[in-house]
């Protein structure tokens, strides 16, 4: 006899599912079960999701709690999902992603099939060459602050699929659990960290600035990633105005301009002469900034460039840093060190590289002196050596240019040859 299911959903989906989400591993829920403990049982539970699901009587658990330190300052609250609570909500974004992908606008970039941060940096630096003026937005605590009502009536617009609609509306309002075990209920926000929540969150921005921005200022480009987002403009005034057009456009749709981080930056360079109090800011890592650039015919001149900003440097540096490879690897050897950074380093390479390469090598050469300085910890003839010891590593990057990652990209120290 076939289960009689209020929804049809099938189980093969819930399958790939939870293979999607294994492959982007994650931390424990509020259950404490892990990948390889929700794998002792892979039938059962995956079973349980399916039949909870398709009748309607799936409740998601509360999400845990963890507070980590912006690198800007400040906590940003990650809301971990149990691992079922994760494939349960990867079934609902597989049915309705495909829906909502055409109709997003082509300039959101954030959590999108075959769209990237890089993507956006791209974009945005050809654009600052065309436009003279940037609006650089920062939204106020967003994730916490959509307001329900408005992303439910958003989904509602775009399927009238009813389980879909069910449990988007339970995971907006699953309490968060704190450390001590306390539950915080919540009438507004979507957890940042749930599979589903950058969708929600795309979905809500495209109503309330994206497409809005092509309705109001047809003429004007914009970049959007996630609730990073930066408007070129043609001149101050026009800036000026469109700025407040937006922070009352987002007071509408409940959310707020940070009064501190929301800015108007004029993108100097040879040909642009005025003057003006901010002419860099920060977007997906990268600064923008005036930098010096060579034209084709070997000239210098001054471009408004990207580059590998301050935090991101900062945020590089305190991870060497926190590597202690003198202090608490004195017994590995270098093959040992280059498994422990080689993965993290071609990461780094990959994104920051990516424009204005030099000032993101010159932040990787402290690998290198983290790794001489490893050298002065192990071997007692370059105890006390600084530049004895960036020689001898220098000439071990000689011999065996493939041995890290880094060397193969070219950052080798010196030989004192």
Same mark, same amino acid.
């Given at each position: 006899?076939?289960?009689?299911?209020?929804?049809?959903?099938?189980?093969?989906?819930?399958?790939?599912?939870?293979?999607?989400?294994?492959?982007?591993?994650?931390?424990?829920?509020?259950?404490?079960?892990?990948?390889?403990?929700?794998?002792?049982?892979?039938?059962?539970?995956?079973?349980?999701?399916? *039949?909870?699901?398709?009748?309607?009587?799936?409740?998601? !658990? &509360?999400?845990?709690? @963890?507070?980590?330190?912006? #690198?800007?300052? /400040?906590?940003?609250?990650?809301?971990?999902?149990?691992?079922?609570?994760?494939?349960?909500?990867?079934?609902?974004?597989? %049915?309705?992603?495909?829906?909502?992908?055409?109709?997003?606008?082509?300039?959101?970039?954030?959590?999108?099939?075959?769209?990237?941060?890089?993507?956006?940096?791209?974009?945005?630096?050809?654009?600052?060459?065309?436009?003279?003026?940037?609006?650089?937005?920062?939204?106020?605590?967003?994730?916490?602050?959509? !307001? $329900?009502?408005?992303?439910?009536?958003?989904?509602?617009?775009?399927?009238?699929?009813?389980?879909?609609?069910?449990?988007? /509306?339970?995971?907006?309002?699953?309490?968060?659990?704190?450390?001590?075990? #306390?539950?915080? %209920?919540?009438?507004?926000?979507?957890?940042?960290g749930g599979v589903i929540s950058p969708l929600l969150a795309n979905l809500f921005l495209h109503y309330a600035f994206d497409g809005w921005m092509a309705r109001k200022y047809p003429g004007l480009q914009f970049e959007r990633y996630a609730d990073d987002a930066i408007v070129h403009c043609g001149?101050?005034?026009?800036?000026?105005?469109?700025? +407040?057009?937006?922070?009352?456009?987002?007071?509408?749709?409940? =959310? +707020?301009?940070?009064? +501190?981080?929301?800015?108007?930056?004029?993108?100097?360079?040879? *040909?642009?002469?005025?003057?003006? +109090?901010?002419?860099?800011?920060?977007? =997906?890592?990268?600064?923008?900034?005036?930098?010096?650039?060579?034209?084709?015919?070997? #000239?210098?001149?001054?471009?408004?460039?990207?580059?590998?900003?301050?935090?991101?440097?900062?945020?590089?540096?305190?991870?060497?840093?926190?590597?202690?490879?003198?202090?608490?690897?004195?017994?590995?050897?270098?093959?040992?060190?280059?498994?422990?950074?080689?993965?993290?380093?071609?990461?780094?390479?990959?994104?920051?590289?990516?424009?204005?390469?030099?000032?993101?090598?010159? @932040?990787?050469?402290?690998? *290198?002196?983290?790794?001489?300085?490893? &050298?002065?910890?192990?071997?007692? /003839?370059?105890?006390?050596?600084?530049?004895?010891?960036? $020689?001898?590593?220098?000439?071990?990057?000689?011999?065996?240019? *493939?041995?890290?990652?880094?060397?193969?990209?070219?950052?080798?120290?010196?030989?004192?040859?």
């Open positions: 006899m076939v289960e009689a299911k209020s929804y049809a959903i099938p189980k093969e989906m819930v399958r790939e599912a939870y293979r999607r989400v294994k492959a982007n591993r994650g931390a424990e829920g509020v259950d404490g079960q892990s990948l390889a403990a929700f794998e002792e049982d892979l039938e059962g539970n995956l079973y349980k999701i399916w *039949n909870r699901m398709s009748s309607g009587s799936y409740l998601p !658990p &509360a999400v845990r709690l @963890v507070e980590i330190p912006k #690198r800007s300052g /400040g906590i940003r609250q990650l809301g971990i999902p149990t691992v079922a609570d994760r494939v349960a909500q990867t079934v609902v974004k597989m %049915e309705l992603e495909p829906v909502l992908e055409p109709v997003f606008h082509p300039d959101s970039y954030g959590y999108r099939p075959g769209r990237s941060a890089l993507d956006a940096v791209g974009v945005a630096r050809k654009r600052c060459w065309t436009s003279d003026w940037v609006i650089d937005l920062d939204i106020k605590a967003f994730f916490d602050s959509i !307001p $329900h009502d408005l992303i439910e009536k958003a989904v509602a617009h775009h399927t009238d699929n009813r389980w879909i609609r069910l449990y988007v /509306g339970r995971w907006l309002r699953v309490p968060l659990e704190r450390e001590d075990g #306390r539950h915080e %209920e919540r009438t507004k926000g979507t957890p940042q001149s101050l005034a026009q800036a000026e105005r469109v700025l +407040e057009a937006i922070r009352c456009r987002l007071l509408e749709c409940g =959310l +707020e301009l940070h009064p +501190e981080k929301t800015r108007i930056v004029y993108c100097k360079d040879s *040909n642009r002469h005025q003057e003006y +109090e901010r002419n860099r800011f920060d977007f =997906l890592g990268f600064a923008f900034r005036p930098r010096w650039a060579k034209d084709r015919w070997g #000239r210098f001149f001054v471009s408004f460039l990207p580059a590998i900003s301050d935090q991101a440097a900062k945020h590089i540096r305190q991870t060497i840093r926190e590597w202690r490879m003198a202090t608490a690897r004195g017994n590995q050897t270098l093959a040992d060190l280059a498994r422990l950074t080689d993965a993290t380093v071609r990461g780094w390479m990959d994104y920051y590289g990516r424009f204005y390469r030099w000032k993101c090598v010159q @932040v990787l050469r402290h690998l *290198n002196e983290a790794l001489a300085k490893w &050298a002065r910890w192990k071997f007692k /003839g370059l105890r006390g050596h600084r530049r004895k010891s960036v $020689h001898w590593l220098g000439r071990v990057a000689q011999r065996e240019p *493939n041995l890290f990652a880094l060397w193969q990209l070219g950052i080798r120290p010196a030989t004192g040859k």
